[in-house]
């Protein structure tokens, strides 16, 4: 297991995506509101193959993180 997330990313071949909310794009915002959120920040797992993203907890810990990288099959 890697001992940072970068490494876990780089490793898993998992691509990070950054949403900008600041202008409250109305697509961004629709996606807030399917996972029953209406702000900032929202961490969200998407794996290929599953119906829906993972929704993480906003006070995301790196070991938080990691454990959940871990868990992609």
Do not use: H
Not at 1 to 18: F, V, W
């Amino acid at each position: 297991m890697p001992a940072d997330g970068r490494s876990a990313l780089k490793e898993r071949n998992i691509l990070p995506l950054k949403a900008d909310w600041t202008k409250k794009d109305p697509v961004i915002g629709a996606e807030l509101k399917k996972y029953g959120r209406n702000g900032l920040p929202t961490y969200l797992v998407c794996v290929p193959g599953e119906g829906r993203c993972r929704l993480l907890p906003p006070m995301l810990t790196q070991e938080k993180l990691l454990a959940e990288f871990n868990q992609i099959p």
